[in-house]
């Protein structure tokens, strides 16, 4: 059950009110205006009660937090250097893969920077199909990262896999990103549920757009609300010259049902170089709130997924291709 | 096989060539400078023979005749109204799913060219899941939509299902459409192959990219060589918001592999009205080189698919945005 | 909607019924007890009709004549020489993929009877990806075919591909093979609909239960209801051991919601022979009615398909467990 | 790289050639008379290293421990009441979805027991889709668990979420479950990997073959190597029948090429009681080791998956046939 609350309403009443309903007892989970009671079906108001909701919502989808029902406005998240979701705002993430050593993605932080990006990816601790691939540099990944970041006056979104590594990886990032392949795993989408660092889940592979949205509840029911969902490719039977395939209707879909941004990942949904700038193009025109990308200087000699990355010149023109896209789009608005 | 003749050779010493291999026996096909030996794998040329001859392909994929090693430069199609593929080339075609009735078609056809469609789509023979389903108006749908093209100075795409109605549809159309369900109808793309009328090739729901030019060869093994793409959505795991996955990937893979142009068909990939203007940007962003798309003016009481139609208002705007944002495209090449 | 007429009602209210029906105007097809009208939701009946009424079933499947719901025993489809269906029966079907000479058929037919066969298989028309691959003998592959049939007291499946094709065919063929690609393929569902040879009908690639159930409809609102549907598996991300996934559960599925013999294919399904002896035991044991099954004598010089057949020996000994664990799966019964 | 050493070999010389390989450095991993050197492709080998050297296999799957060029040999897992893996041994593990109440389950252990099992399942520590679902009883579950079984002389199997949860999980269980959204939740392989406890690996909902033996190498480097693979269906685009399409090939295919026992749970793969038994049939016939399903003696008030339960007496019918095809099976050997 949603319960929406009048504005300027009393705040007595409604404290009254959810003592109430805690009491039954129940979950009340209160965002701005919103009251959210996920197991809850009704309830009977009081005309007291009655007189500070604006609207009493039955049926509700079970990722109620997320939901545009929920909370009609987007969810804008700010940090130092970066605005993400909401009209108007367009967000530019990228760097290497992995970070590799501190000269290089200091480089690579300069690189994103000229293209427009105010967020530098990369990765210190990666999750790798095989063992005995290279595993990330670890706590000193995380530190040539954030020493780049802010050399540039960049924000950090870097890659969390473990929940015993959340307290470590808060220090240094600003967006904790949650892995394809970790989409479902509960324990750590309640673990960094429990912080105020935004989290950017990406779709797993095989995650349904319902899928998606319950597990950012895992996050949201923790108490942490900025959350922003990356669509990076889902797998079918078409894999041959493509890694995934890449569902750009996905980004439409969940604006529809959420009030998160919905960033968009053409490197790994595509994962062949060559594809990523129509596919960046394809995002941005689908409407994506912002997208994040892989770069690097030698894609050759990439400790991992050098093949999707585009090199410094193709980056630039594609960035600059990219903000002309969204400049035409917003004179349409 | 291919062996890409010199220009301006010596065209006796070509017959003699294409003769030799003929006698060899094989099949040899040649489209200007190209010709393609399907399954002969490599010959030795004469010092006669290799004075007309640029370069011998040895290896070459199944679907020889639609790769870009077998003709590198882009097939542009040539109809009274429309030039489909090509550089700086966008080709809107629009109608309603099925030919309803004369005026019906009419109307539409008149919204359709409003919005810079210059072919007309509408069946008249309709292929519906279920045998209860109105299945198309037959011959005299054929003929309201030829009138209404011819009225609007529009040429006319309507779909073939069985090759037994090939010669009668050829009457009507400039383009046979084959459908998604139809993709490996073997007899049917040998009979349209036998014609010269441009074919759009649907990928069917489980076809792979391979699948698709292979599909293609059928076609143009048979003599037809003017031969477009349709990317209408894959069948996958993800179907509750989105009637199929529309994998716009496939339009920068596709470019690569094969010259034939590529259209997509945002209404089908998606099924939902609201979701094709998104979808519809992001597949002009992809780079393809037209757009079918099914309006209707009142989508409720359609005869088949009007979940996926665009009101006449939606429309117009949607193409508007649409070429706005080909010509900004076009600014960068 | 589907009346189900009460056993030795009066046949003449019983045709006063239908042509009411039929006067308003509607489809009423009758078979055996059952009537369905598939367009119609609800009738009132006059006292005198209702005294021939068992039940009126307002809401059905879109492919009623194949549901349980408008016939709940099972469709038995009798041939000279097998019985498809039904309770307790187990019809085994063998041969090669393609006709490949009138000598090599005839000594494959012998092994495929002495592996308790009872329908010979092979094609004389081939559905290949490529049009440069081997297409079939054609008519006289036919004629090979039904010979060898004979001379062992054999029934023949062949695949029909080409509507243009079921008069010539039907002469040859005891069972028509639809073939995957073709499922949807209305025309020629609608064709053979007309005749009165049972027709097998491959599950496609892509296609849903509703959508294999849905393509029958086609063919049993034709007149034709000897029926029969085979699972040969379908296309997801898996495929790089397989060559699709053979999907079991469709047996019992199918099962329950029709009454037509479900068939399953484990050459097909997963293209490698030495995964089809545990295949045809998963299917046996799932409770199909019944098996087909890809032989070669030098697997490595078939002209199609080679790598999934059977060498004599080992089809030899799977067919003897295979009707072993039939037999032990009777004896629960 | 993968050393095979001659039985009854020099072990000093041996010792030498592991100390010079790891100095070179690399990873040397013994298993037996199996050496896997994962990062190294190839080495010289002096005269008195050939000599208690059998082979060197120079070209190995990224899943070098797990694959059976590796260990040809079968892994047998052997608990205080199972043996699992190897000719002849068919394992039943049975148990609710959650552990409910002490006095639930042992009801079902009873149950389960008297089928055959000897492993008691139920989940203390549930992942459900949604985060406002029953989350299991946690420790508390364990507890009564454990007890369910030792009353019956049972081993117990059980799911581990979490790597903080493995040291108090290993308390009280004989082999740790992963669940398929875990598959590549790599740092509680990595965790479980460091234990001595038996690992059943569940196959993800996007997992291919080759995803699932490199997940499984995630334990094996680690130093645990009793692991199992279990099939639990896969995600299509299938799913209105069933919740998962049962992918029965990849018993014979991981049978192939991986060494590790294969389990296959129909109850997950299709979601439906009623469609479990003629799943269980198919299972074992395709070969599997074993087999894991859900019970409830009133599955409509089950904490979990209670469409999937079978019901005591249908559980012990499903058995029974399943035991006597096995049984069937064995006499082939």
Redesign the interface.
Known sequence: MIIQLKANADEQVITGLINRLKATPA?VIRINNHLAI??VKTTALSATEASVVAEVIEKTP??VLGSRLFQPEDTVITLPHSVIGGKGNFTMMAGPCSVESEAHVRKMAKVAKAGGATLLRGGAYK??????SFQGLGEAGLKYLREAADENGMDVITEV????HVDLIAKYTDVFQIGA??M?????L?AVGKTNVPVALKR???G????LL?AS??IA?GGNHEIMLLERG?????????RN?????????LQ??THYPVIVDPSH??GEW??VT??A???????ASGMIVEIHDDPEHAFSDGPQALKPDTYLKMTE?VF??RK??DS?E
């Open positions: 979950t996920p197991e079970a990722a999750p790798r199909t095989s063992p005995y896999m473990d929940e015993t392949r970790n479902q795993n509960f324990s750590l309640k797993g592979l095989a349904s757009i319902d899928d319950n509840e895992y029911a889902i797998r079918t039977f078409d894999n041959k010259y493509t395939t890449f569902d750009l209707a996905a980004v439409p879909v529809k049902l949904a595509v060559d594809l129509p596919m193009h394809a995002g941005v025109a689908a409407g291709q002309a896209m035409l789009m349409w």
